[in-house]
């Protein structure tokens, strides 16, 4: 493996990203705890909740984890009530998903917290600036997720 040059490498950047995340997350982690769940739950609740009626294959390209990652999860969720898994209307084969009202009610309460987080950090910006911020989240994001891209999003 060839040397690093430790002068390239954006540490601070990186520990900056290594706290924020740590603190966007902790609010959901403490609602998630009291319900035995996890982080891999609320990224199921949520992109069911963003997107009802996806199939489970989109959802793990989505989320890139394997089918075995996802079925115990998953499992918990509908047994818990929070997702309906339902056949397709034109092929029963697929499988779709969808948030039950408890499943609506759970997103929100777990993204709440982090919109008032991201609002109280972008409240001080200008609207170039948060522009900015938002450019540089998708420059970061990539595009391997298979989400479509949003209305605002410009390639």
């Not at 509908?78 to 339902?86: A, E, K, L, N, V």
């Not at 600036?129 to 949003?150: C, H, I, N, T, Y």
């Amino acid at each position: 493996m060839p040397a690093v040059d430790e002068s390239k490498i954006d540490f601070e950047t990186i520990e900056l990203f290594f706290f924020a995340y740590r603190d966007f997350v902790s609010d959901p982690d403490a609602i998630l705890s009291n319900i035995d769940m996890g982080r891999a739950h609320h990224r199921v609740v949520y992109f069911v909740c963003r997107q009802p009626g996806m199939m489970v294959t989109d959802l793990l390209d989505t989320l890139q984890i394997t089918k075995q990652s996802l079925a115990r999860v998953l499992k918990q969720l509908i047994d818990s009530g929070y997702i309906r898994q339902m056949a397709g209307a034109k092929d029963r084969r697929q499988r779709r998903l969808y948030p039950t009202l408890a499943g609506r009610e759970l997103a929100l309460a777990l993204s709440e917290p982090q919109s008032r987080r991201i609002c109280s950090a972008l409240q001080d910006l200008t609207a170039e600036q948060k522009d900015g911020v938002l450019s540089f989240l998708r420059a970061m994001r990539g595009r391997r997720e298979g989400l479509p891209a949003s209305e605002q999003e410009v390639d």
